[in-house]
């Protein structure tokens, strides 16, 4: 494991400190590999001004419901329901997350390594790229909690020892996302400021913040000066739909009060040249469900057709 290296992206302080300006790119490609690929200039402009981008209807239905039937197996599976990697709601029995779902399944690992998929990630990185992380976030009907407030980035750099903000989420829908089932929410704009977060992050914290995040939440003021300034995003879509969004892109999102669930795929991919070094929190490292330091190995995309396949 490489040492700590400079900070950057100072948080988790005893005293509440200005948010700043970014000091990486929002799209890091230039030349060829910003041009040559699936996503237009018109894209790449519009993810450089807010943080993310929406496509509806990526996958189609019958993909889609194959991986829906992932998803019930694993409901139902008690080997799953006890892995580490598996959060349930606090004080149920109810899945929350499944991480290192690429690992549980070659469906899901196929399509990490979608070649369409992997040209946008070069575009956005400028790199080659590997999974940091990747989950499956249920919310079902009625009970479903929400998530509070946070850049994803923020957590990932004091926890886990990620140098800069260059990875990417891809958020792929496996049900219908709409205004009513607690939809992703987004602050566009707000991945070009950092926000330091006030706490000590104690050893283990993920045990706890998986459940309810507490620490790395900007707070109120903060939060509020942004969404006045910016508005707030939910988009919204039918399953199969795409967002892809910026590490440091402000999200959350509310508690599902209706009777329809909600469940989304998440795939993080890190520059294989951001590679982890020790935790900046000064704690030891996540596991590597949560931060990947084992497998980093550049993606190769799989040639044939992979949504077809999966």
């Keep these: ?35 040559h690929g699936p996503l237009s200039e018109t894209d790449l402009a519009r993810y450089e001004r807010d943080g993310f981008l929406a496509f509806p209807n990526f996958l189609d239905q019958e993909t889609v419901a194959r991986f829906r ?37 070659e469906r899901f690992d196929r399509l990490t390594r979608d070649p369409e998929i992997l040209d946008m990630v070069h575009q956005l990185l400028g790199s080659e790229a590997y999974i940091h992380q990747s989950r499956i976030n249920f919310k079902p009907g009625f009970h479903g909690k929400g998530f509070d407030w946070h850049s994803d980035f923020e957590t990932w750099h004091t926890e886990d020892g990620m140098p800069r903000m260059r990875a990417v989420s891809f958020s792929i ?8 089932n607690g939809p992703l929410m987004l602050i566009p704009g707000s991945h070009k400021k950092f926000v330091p977060c006030v706490g000590r992050t104690p050893e283990d914290n993920y045990q706890h913040s998986l459940k309810k995040q507490e620490l790395g939440v900007p707070n109120d003021r903060d939060l509020a000066k942004m969404a006045d300034a910016r508005g707030i995003k939910a988009p919204t879509g039918p399953a199969g739909s795409l967002i892809i969004f910026e590490c440091n892109t402000l999200h959350a999102s509310n508690a599902n009060m209706s009777p329809w669930p909600r469940s989304n795929l998440f795939f993080v991919f890190n520059s294989v040249e951001n590679q982890l070094v020790e935790p900046f929190c000064g704690n030891k490292p996540r596991p590597d469900f949560l931060g990947n330091r084992t497998n980093t190995r550049a993606l190769q995309p799989v040639r044939e057709d992979v949504r077809r396949t999966c």
């Design 1 to 35: 494991m490489e040492t700590r290296s400079q900070d950057l992206y100072p948080s988790r302080l005893e005293r509440p400190t200005p948010s700043f300006d970014r000091l990486d790119p929002v799209v890091h490609s230039t030349g060829a590999v910003r041009t």
């Design 69 to 105: 039937q992932d998803l019930r197996d694993y409901e139902n599976d008690p080997d799953i329901l006890r892995a580490e990697g598996t959060i349930t709601e606090p004080g149920k029995q109810e899945i929350r997350s499944v991480f290192g779902v690429h690992e549980l399944s």
């Design 173 to 180: 829908a496996l049900t219908d996302n709409t205004p009513f």
